[in-house]
């Protein structure tokens, strides 16, 4: 079976500062990961993935992770970030080459970005 | 543009009586969908797997009686929420998979007064 956890609940920060929100998964195979961001009252929107390949993954507004295989670790990280970036994020994991499988989801970081 | 859509986005509905959600995937043939359901401020939970042409099979605690699945074909499922109750109030959302990548409909808002 698979968990995800994301370390953080809340995570307020200021406009332009960077950010890393933090997540942790457990599984006793392989694992596809992803974060996605959710704006009230909408559905999920990905913001990357990873699959196999270069530990280091860049998605959508500028936003990019690094898989650690040895610390179980998937943190999401942003250099810079802008008020619209307030959303909840998640992160999720489905075992690896099971792609008809439900995702797994953390309980989610609300990142909050003030002036 | 948007892969899977999911109507309506907001029902209200009294005590008892029961609503439809429809979920659809747009441009693609999708033989399992899954629903989620989110409660105000928490993740995603998984209700069930919708299969085209079969039964859903319904996470351990969540009522098939009550959530009514029908995958009937491959473009559309709907979930039949029965003799709904304030405690159902909640945001239901559907997704596919699509080649490594699953895709969410953009949610419905339940409010069952």
């Known amino acids: 079976a698979q968990s995800v956890t994301q370390l953080d609940s809340q995570v307020p920060v200021f406009e332009e500062a960077p950010v890393e929100l933090r997540c942790n998964y457990s599984?006793?195979?392989?694992?596809?990961l992803f974060w996605y961001v959710q704006y009230p009252n909408q559905g999920l929107q990905l913001l990357l993935k990873?699959?196999?390949?270069?530990?280091l993954v860049k998605g959508i507004n500028g936003f990019e992770a690094e898989f650690n295989k040895s610390q179980t670790s998937f943190h999401l990280r942003k250099p810079s970030v802008h008020i619209s970036d307030t959303a909840e994020y998640f992160c999720?994991?489905?075992?690896?080459?099971?792609?008809?499988?439900?995702?797994?989801f953390g309980k989610g970081t609300t990142l909050s970005v003030s002036s | 543009g948007a892969v899977v859509s999911q109507h309506p986005s907001w029902v209200i509905c009294k005590s008892g009586t029961s609503v439809k959600i429809e979920c659809r995937s747009l441009?693609?043939?999708?033989?399992?969908m899954f629903w989620y359901r989110q409660f105000p401020k928490q993740s995603l939970m998984l209700m069930a797997t919708?299969?085209?042409?079969?039964?859903?099979?319904?996470e351990q605690g969540v009522e098939k009686d009550k959530f009514l699945i029908n995958h009937a074909s491959l473009t559309l499922s709907t979930l039949t929420v029965t003799s709904a109750h304030p405690e159902d109030s909640s945001f239901y959302i559907c997704?596919?998979?699509?080649?490594?990548?699953?895709?969410f409909g953009p949610g419905t808002r339940l409010t069952v007064l």
């Open positions: 999720a994991v489905s075992p690896l080459g099971q792609a008809g499988t439900a995702l797994i």
């Open positions: 599984s006793s195979v392989s694992v596809y």
């Open positions: 990873y699959l196999s390949g270069s530990t």
């Open positions: 441009d693609f043939q999708a033989t399992t």
């Open positions: 919708s299969n085209e042409g079969s039964k859903a099979t319904y």
């Open positions: 997704s596919e998979w699509r080649v490594n990548e699953q895709f």
